[in-house]
């Protein structure tokens, strides 16, 4: 009858237990098991922070009631995000949610049950591997881990978005994107920026009229890899060597892609949230290519401008990259047109004025004037540009992309026009378009959503009122834990001292084979931690033999894992108790005296 009792107790005991500690699960942040979950609507509570509080991810706003699942510096003023799992694909601000699943995988749920994103998606190892961890680390790398192994199985750092974060390293097959931009190794090892727009391509940067060496390159190392160290200094292996204006350690840093083409490098400052620019790939904003379309020009005074080509005007009011048309008709080169007849064309004069790229004639050694009848015979030449170093050069254009003014600028750009077209009149109009900025492209990729009263829930939401009841049922539990323990210790008068409410759910735990044993005994049976099987991030494992006869293999966490503090331990037990529970990984027991923690498993 006693005995009936004891194991009745015990019964209800082991269930209360890992009800308690599901809720200490949640308590910590940074890493959690499979089975965690967070819907949008609670988005104000971040899905994972890291452990001392950089980094935090969870849902951010994009749009009108669009919503991404990203990564931000937990002190920046908006949040900004240094890494995005859907980009392109934002999700409904009701009834998405983002899940780690019990199968190991990170996946991200639109409100009618479509995964818009998923880590096994994404490059990871396909699922059905269970009781992975999901962790977010100091340095803003989300990582699902193996906890056994310590083998990361998916981190976010290999798929950047369009930051680099300090020591995440940038490699070959990488692209960090904005818009119609990239920054990757090309083919020749060289780290450079790519426009990749609706009708042309080309490289930008290191800027194309210096060869690779005077841009001071190699291509000659082909490891292609670059990182931004803890002091500011972003290295790569073409030699690229860019400095932060405040170099020092302790400083929160981003290197940041955008949607005007430069790469910078900013740092946050802690007490306002706000970032300062403290490196940029393009000394001259202008320098990016596509900013502005075809048949248009770059400007920068202070701010970047567009304006359209005399005779030209904007070909769609909205959006500069779309350029600008001309006035007058262009005869067709492919049809076989002949050109017409040099005295019925002119030229119309740009100061200061260059496009890039598109050359369809290159000369040397010969006057303006021979340049301007090249041009005129020439159907497709659409424009040329003269310079007189090396004997006069003369460049035929054929398309005009990438155009940049400059006051400093020496080259100045020749257009071929009907002669029956007034340049002045049309003047007026691009001089009134000159105004708009183009910085406007950087509000094209905010997405709105409509939003919606639908809910389809995968399974039963879990929101933190749910979490607040569990956890005031688990405080219920605990208090009544420690009575059943007192009472328990006072009738089998027990020696030892009443242990916390934590450990004594795990000494209760080896009813069901899951028991806590004594370094000396681990150390017995490892043969002094004689034979190693493995090692990793967290700690070794040994093999040893228990009773004798179950052969086991001991995790001996490494100290610096261990002096996180026994919270950490408590945590990891508490992932790899319900583990067990699941009768997935058999779990013999665990270690815990002072700074020596193992598992057995
Ligand atoms: C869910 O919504 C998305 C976006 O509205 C849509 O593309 C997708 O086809 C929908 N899926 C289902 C199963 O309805
Ligand atoms: C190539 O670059 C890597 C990374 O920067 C560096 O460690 C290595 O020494 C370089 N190799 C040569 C031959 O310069
Ligand atoms: C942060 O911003 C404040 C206010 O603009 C300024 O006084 C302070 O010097 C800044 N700190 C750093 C480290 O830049
Ligand atoms: C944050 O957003 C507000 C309002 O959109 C804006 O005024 C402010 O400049 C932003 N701050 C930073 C650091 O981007
Ligand atoms: C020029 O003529 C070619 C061949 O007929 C045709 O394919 C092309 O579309 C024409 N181009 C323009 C701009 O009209
Ligand atoms: C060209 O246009 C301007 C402004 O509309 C006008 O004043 C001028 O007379 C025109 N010139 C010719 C040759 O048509
Ligand atoms: C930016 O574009 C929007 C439409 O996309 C337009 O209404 C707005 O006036 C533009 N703003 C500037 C500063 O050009």
Known sequence: MMAGLVIGCLAV?????????????????????????????????????????????????????????????????????????????????????????????????????????????MGGVSGGRRGLTVSLKDTGNLVITDPWTSTTVWQSFDWPTDTLLPSQPFTRGMKLVAGYYSLIFDNDNVLRLLYYGPDVASLYWPVPSLTI???????????????????????????????????????KRRLTIEHDGNFR???LNESTGGWTQTWSA????????????????????????????????????????????PLFSVGNCSQGAAPPPPEQSKFVKVPKTDFYGFDVGYSESVTFEQCRYLCLENCPC????????????????????????SPKYRVSIYLKVPPYFNVSAPLIAAASAAGLTCSNNSQRHRQDLEPTNTYVYGKAPRNSGKWAYLFAFAGVLGVLDLLFIATGWWFLSSKQSIPSAMEAGYRNLMTSQF????????????????????????????????????????????????????????????VLGRINHINLVRIWGFCSERKHKMLAP
């Open 382 to 405: 659409a424009a040329f540009t003269y310079r007189l170093d090396g004997g006069g050069k003369c460049y035929q254009k054929g398309r005009l992309f990438n155009g940049y003014t």
């Open 282 to 325: 393009l000394v001259q904003p202008c320098q990016a290519h596509g900013l502005c379309g075809r048949n248009s020009i770059c400007k920068y005074q202070p701010s970047l401008q567009c304006s359209c080509l005399p005779g030209h005007e904007m070909t769609d009011r909205e959006d500069w990259t779309k350029g600008c048309s």
């Open 13 to 121: 005991q082991l269930s209360l237990v890992s009800l308690l500690l599901c809720a200490f699960a949640s308590t910590t942040q940074h890493t959690l098991g499979g089975g965690s979950s967070l819907s949008v609507e609670d988005r104000a509570r971040p899905f994972l922070v890291s452990p001392d509080g950089t980094f935090s991810c969870g849902f951010l706003q994009v749009g009108e009631n669009a919503f991404a699942f990203s990564i931000w510096f937990t002190a920046s003023q908006n949040s900004t995000a240094v890494w995005t799992a859907n980009r392109d694909f934002p999700v409904n601000g009701r009834g998405s949610r983002v899940s780690f699943t019990r199968d190991g995988e990170l996946a991200l749920a639109d409100v009618n049950g479509t995964t818009v994103w998923s880590s096994s998606k």
């Open 213 to 251: 060496y005077q841009a001071g390159r190699t291509n000659y190392n082909s490891s292609m890899i670059a990182v931004l160290n803890n002091i500011g200094v972003f290295l790569s292996s073409d030699q690229l060597q860019a400095q932060a204006t405040d170099l020092g350690v302790g400083i």
């Open 515 to 574: 028991r806590r044993f004594t370094y000396r005994e681990l150390k017995d049976a490892t043969g002094n931690f004689k034979e190693e099987l493995g090692r990793g991030g967290s700690g070794v494992v040994y093999r040893g033999v228990l009773e004798g006869e179950r052969v086991v293999a001991v995790k001996r966490l490494a100290v610096d894992f261990t002096v996180q503090g026994d919270e950490e331990f408590w945590a990891e037990m508490t």
């Open 265 to 267: 490098m900013y740092s």
